[in-house]
């Protein structure tokens, strides 16, 4: 596709259920990457793939958080045991290649809240 | 640990005229990048613009422009002729030469008025 893909747009859950969250980036790109942003905030990382290898998942927040992208294209954030703290934009970003130079490119996002 | 800041919460500007916004960063890497992104209400993160902390020249793009300071860790953005289409939340951000993850700050928001 033209730009990076996310799915649902906005997602509402009650407490305690589990959610999964789609990432479709740009095609041919390697590198793909998960934020969080809380309201008014700046976005803040939780996960890093280069193909289908997750090489650093130094921010995901507690063990209820669990992303994959078996096949090296699409991936899925999935939240378990969903809590009210985890209400926030959930953005998903691509690159070319693994290299820091290469910009990354945003998808709209998904809005969750945890009623 | 890498920080980003951005002191200014909101800014407003008139049509036509040039606003700056504020960016210091703190690490202890030498080579590093640091970007200036625009998140719109519609939410979708458009890169704004790039530099590369080993390059002293101020990177520029067409009404935008920065005022990079590596001693200083400072790197502000300069908007000029503004539009009503450059409403938006800007955020500052900074990645390692050989990292994965973008470092954000808070971000500023930025009124343009007719």
């Known amino acids: 596709g033209a730009g990076v893909s996310q799915s649902p747009r906005y997602k509402v859950a009650k407490r305690g259920q589990d959610v999964a969250l789609r990432c479709d980036p740009i095609?041919?790109?390697?590198?793909l990457f998960w934020y969080q942003q809380a309201l008014g905030q700046g976005p803040e990382f939780l996960t890093y793939?280069?193909?289908?290898?997750?090489?650093?998942k130094s921010g995901l927040p507690s063990d209820r958080f669990f992303a994959e992208r078996p096949e090296g294209s699409v991936s899925t954030l999935k939240i378990q045991r969903t809590q009210q703290e985890d209400s926030a934009v959930y953005l998903c970003?691509?690159?070319?290649?693994?290299?820091?130079?290469?910009?990354?490119?945003f998808g709209d996002g998904t809005r969750l809240s945890i009623l | 640990a890498q920080t980003v800041t951005q002191s200014q919460p909101e800014m407003s500007v008139q049509e036509a005229e040039t606003v700056t916004l504020s960016c210091t960063y703190d690490?202890?890497?030498?080579?590093?990048?640091l970007f200036w992104y625009k998140q719109p209400p519609s939410r979708q993160m458009i890169l704004v613009i790039r530099?590369?902390?080993?390059?002293?020249q101020n990177a520029t793009e067409n009404r935008f422009s920065v005022n990079f300071q590596k001693a200083a860790k400072s790197f502000s953005l300069k908007i000029s002729d503004s539009q009503l289409g450059d409403t938006a939340m800007y955020f500052c951000?900074?990645?390692?030469?050989?990292?994965?993850?973008?470092?954000f700050g808070a971000g500023t928001i930025l009124r343009v008025k007719s």
């Open positions: 970003a691509s690159s070319l290649r693994g290299s820091s130079n290469q910009p990354q490119h």
């Open positions: 095609s041919g790109h390697v590198s």
């Open positions: 793939f280069q193909n289908e290898a997750q090489l650093d």
């Open positions: 690490t202890s890497e030498n080579n590093y990048y």
């Open positions: 530099q590369e902390a080993y390059k002293q």
């Open positions: 951000a900074l990645i390692m030469e050989y990292g994965n993850k973008l470092v």
